[in-house]
């Protein structure tokens, strides 16, 4: 009580009275549970008092060895609101999957790649993780195989034909390995890491003049909504 009502326990100086007393009011803000109170007080309340006050009051409690509570030990700071990422539009998405062209083993590869991608709406990890017998190219599915998890995911019209495409004639030329498992290989024909296919997208996206930034999170939720 002697907290709340702004008295103190030992001698303070004039600015450490003023700082504590912004913090009082912001503490009775939130035992009185009135929102608008507490935000009003929290953002006028200096942000070097905020972020330095218990740290200021643990050196003068070391000092003094007079101040026996803390007014800042149960103090939160007031939750911040989550931006919605940023998502691709349809033009965008579109423009993206129009880069590759099926004019050599590589354009095979990233045109089948990215739409693959859009098609399933599969994370990266899972899509460089896949191997050849995991998709079955005649019923036109992909099994997916996560940690305690299995899941048939159909592949549209449009990304059956560029994986076709590129199972048939780009991969048997690109791996040098008939061992190799991987679905998806780079140019020397090993498995696809995760770097490998960001520079991909990167590669693409720079084609297609998009400014955006394109994070593996903003890739998957823009397929899923288109």
Known sequence: QKIMSG???????????????EICRLMQAIL?????SYQKVWYSTPKAIVKAEGTEWKQKKRRTKKIK???TENIQSPKVEKKIPSVLT???VELLL??????????????????FAYATGMRVTEIISLNIENVDLEQGFVICNTVGKKRN????????????????????????????????VNVNGKRLTRQGFWKIVKYYKEQAH???DIT?????HSFATH
């Not at 593996?216 to 998957?220: A, D, G, Q, S, Y």
Request: no cysteine; aromatic share 4%; charged share 40%.
């Open 210 to 212: 998009i400014t955006k």
């Open 90 to 92: 349809s033009q965008e």
């Open 98 to 115: 129009e880069q590759p062209k099926d004019v050599d083993l590589k354009g095979t590869r990233d045109k089948a790649m990215l739409e």
């Open 32 to 36: 009185k549970k009135d929102t608008g």
């Open 153 to 184: 995911i159909p592949l549209g019209s449009i990304s059956l034909k560029a994986l076709k495409e590129y199972v048939e004639k780009a991969r048997p030329i690109l791996i040098k390995d008939e061992n190799e498992k991987a679905l998806f």
């Open 69 to 71: 509570n803390d007014p």
């Open 7 to 21: 008295e103190m326990y030992g001698t303070i100086d004039n600015k450490m009275e003023d700082q504590v007393m």
């Open 216 to 220: 593996p999170h903003v890739l998957r």
